[in-house]
């Protein structure tokens, strides 16, 4: 689900779904059952430092949107830099199943059906095997309120541990807040950031 | 006798009490002399590097990237950017920059209040609100603004007063207008309902006995003559035609020019550069506007001869980080500054205080000297603000609203030997 999300009376968030590129008159009040809270924390964290920080908020999520409400089961993130449906974000695929990455320095995973490439901070790009990501993005771990792990083996046999943990995250600086923390460890090294697609 | 005589014997025959500001001549308005300040918001928060704070190496900007040299005037070092290098040649002798400073937060409506008031905290005055109480008590808009609302929270002073735009001015100075050409009523009839008001003044003050009802009557009736004469001052000033980018600057100066304007807040957005930092440059990008409205403000103050009244602070919202993966960059507490432009000759300019890292690390100054200092002080907007409320004498006297910098934190920011420099850019 892509749109808007604003909090209405009594502090109720409130979902309008953008269609065909304009945002629907029609406000959904959102039963919000994302694990710890994390669609509430992330919408909290970038109204904080967004520009124009009372108008709504552009929130991308998983869930099931019946005819009056909405109900939210996965935060994947929010925009502040987001201001109309008619400028949406496009810079992720619609076949991405696990996307994250982290600053300081840089580093990128994107997993989809037929790849998983993680980008290292010293421009190293590994591929690593699609199978062991067979989880990730499907309607059942949108659901899992737990933290998850998958395992793998880098083409030098080194081993890989990817830690996917749906909590809010934010680095506080980009007026983006996502729906998990994600901990990449690579024998005693590790890096950290947040996950948008998992 | 004249009207004006006329109305200073009728009050005084009826023991009127005048505003203080009424018995201000129209004269002495004209001839205004108190500082004017006026601040601008570049909105969005204005990166540092390209900006006031220029860099080198990769991955800070595109131009440290590319190598492109830091444009460089007098003691002034300016990103190569938009239209900085003709800003910093024209202006090198009019600016102040402050760099370094850290607010604190990362917030779009924390950082323009605390670059604005000094304060993190709500409750402070914005600059301009302390300056229109001090220089502007009882002047009709004494602080005009057109600005975000985080910026111009008053703390009970002052009202902002929102910029008219040009025809909006006409209108309220001359309430006959309708629109820049046509009349609600014919003017000659006006005149003739003006006349023959002063007709019934002057029957009143021939009476020689006023009841306390016509007594109140006549009060109001000069204080509201007064007014007027003030806003004939105003009308006086309206040019034939505004300008099309700068109205709100040029409505500004008309204030403060006809003695009704002590300070003046605007606002340049499009600083929000997460996505691409390339939005700040070029022919129409957000750096050339801002430095075409500063050029404006002084060409301006010239035309209306306010050039030496002037002092001019541009701030923003805080720092922003090194270019994110988008090639844009994102906000950081480090790294925000001030731009002070002083008037010709003011033999303060041309200085740079404050400084950060090569790659834009907090760094500590000696608050006196400005030299860089392990034992020294991280800027904070507080700072500026409090040597700014020194400079217009504009401090509150109410503690609770002051700066409350420690003595010893207290910079010489208006002292010409206060200098950091750029030495984090080789010499």
């Not at chain 1, 590129?21 to 959102?30: A, E, K, R």
């Not at chain 2, 709500?122 to 229109?132: D, V």
């Not at chain 2, 006809?258 to 691409?276: E, L």
């Not at chain 2, 834009?360 to 200092?373: K, V």
Request: overall charge positive.
């Amino acid at each position: 689900m892509r749109g808007f999300v604003s909090e209405g009376g009594a502090g109720v968030l409130q979902y309008q779904p953008c269609v065909n590129g304009v945002m629907s008159q029609q406000l959904f009040p959102i039963d919000d059952k994302t694990p710890n809270g994390s669609l509430r924390a992330g919408v909290g964290a970038v109204r904080q430092i967004m520009l124009h920080r009372y108008r709504p908020l552009y929130v991308e999520m998983q869930g099931d949107r019946g005819r009056t409400t909405t109900t939210v089961y996965q935060f994947q993130r929010a925009l502040g830099t987001v201001e109309s449906c008619k400028a949406l974000p496009s810079d992720i695929a619609p076949k991405v199943r696990l996307l994250a990455n982290g600053g300081t320095p840089a580093w990128r995973l994107v997993v989809t059906d037929a790849t998983a490439v993680l980008e290292l901070p010293d421009k190293k790009s590994l591929k690593l095997p699609v199978g062991a990501f067979k989880a990730a993005g499907t309607n059942q771990t949108s659901k899992e309120p737990l933290a998850r792990f998958y395992e793998a083996q880098l083409p030098d046999g080194q081993p890989i541990r990817i830690e996917v943990n749906p909590q809010m995250c934010s680095d506080g600086k980009s007026e983006t807040a996502y729906g998990a923390r994600v901990t990449v460890r690579i024998e005693k090294q590790a890096v950290q950031g947040c996950a948008a697609r998992f | 006798m004249d009207r004006r005589e006329f109305l200073l014997n009728t009050a005084k025959a009826s023991g009127v009490i005048f505003p203080s500001w009424g018995l201000l001549p129209l004269a002495n308005a004209q001839a205004a002399s108190g500082k004017i300040l006026v601040y601008v918001h570049a909105d969005g928060g204005i990166d540092h590097d390209s900006w006031t704070d220029p860099a080198i190496g990769m991955g800070i900007n595109n131009y440290t990237t590319a190598g492109t040299p830091v444009v460089r005037a007098g003691n002034i070092a300016m990103a190569p950017m938009g239209n900085n290098a003709a800003f910093a040649a024209r202006f090198q002798n009019q600016l102040l920059l402050v760099n370094g400073i850290n607010t604190a937060t990362n917030s779009h409506e924390d950082g323009s209040r605390r670059f604005s008031t000094g304060k993190l905290e709500m409750g402070f005055a914005p600059i301009c609100e302390l300056h229109a109480a001090k220089y502007g008590p009882g002047q009709p808009v004494a602080w005009m603004a057109r600005d975000d609302g985080g910026a111009t929270i008053s703390a009970g002073f002052v009202t902002p007063t929102p910029v008219p735009n040009g025809d909006q001015l006409r209108q309220l100075v001359t309430p006959n207008a309708a629109s820049a050409t046509q009349d609600f009523m014919k003017q000659s009839d006006v005149d003739k309902t003006i006349a023959a008001r002063d007709a019934r003044l002057q029957a009143l003050k021939a009476s020689g006995v006023l009841l306390p009802k016509e007594r109140l009557i006549t009060e109001q009736f000069i204080a509201g003559k007064e007014a007027r004469i003030r806003l004939e001052a105003v009308a006086a000033l309206i040019p034939a035609t505004f300008s099309q980018q700068f109205a709100d600057i040029q409505v500004g100066l008309i204030g403060a020019q006809a003695g009704i304007t002590a300070a003046i807040q605007v606002a340049r957005g499009g600083f929000d550069a997460h996505g691409n930092i390339e939005d700040y440059n070029g022919a129409n990008g957000s750096l050339t506007r801002l430095t075409n409205a500063l050029t404006f403000i002084w060409d301006e103050a010239a035309v209306r001869g306010l050039t030496d009244r002037l002092l001019v602070m541009v701030g923003g919202e805080f720092g922003r980080t090194l270019l994110n993966g988008s090639g844009g960059k994102d906000h950081n507490n480090v790294g925000g500054t001030y731009m002070l432009m002083l008037p010709p000759g003011s033999g303060l300019a041309n200085r740079t205080v404050g400084y950060t890292g090569p790659r834009h690390e907090q760094r500590t100054i000696n608050p006196r000297t400005g030299a860089p200092d392990p034992n020294g002080i991280v800027l904070s907007p507080s700072h500026v603000h409090q040597a700014i409320h020194e400079y217009l004498g504009i401090a509150p006297s109410l503690p609770s609203l002051a700066m409350s910098v420690p003595a010893a934190e207290k910079i010489s920011l208006f002292s010409s030997s206060m200098v950091t420099g750029h030495p984090s850019l080789p010499a």
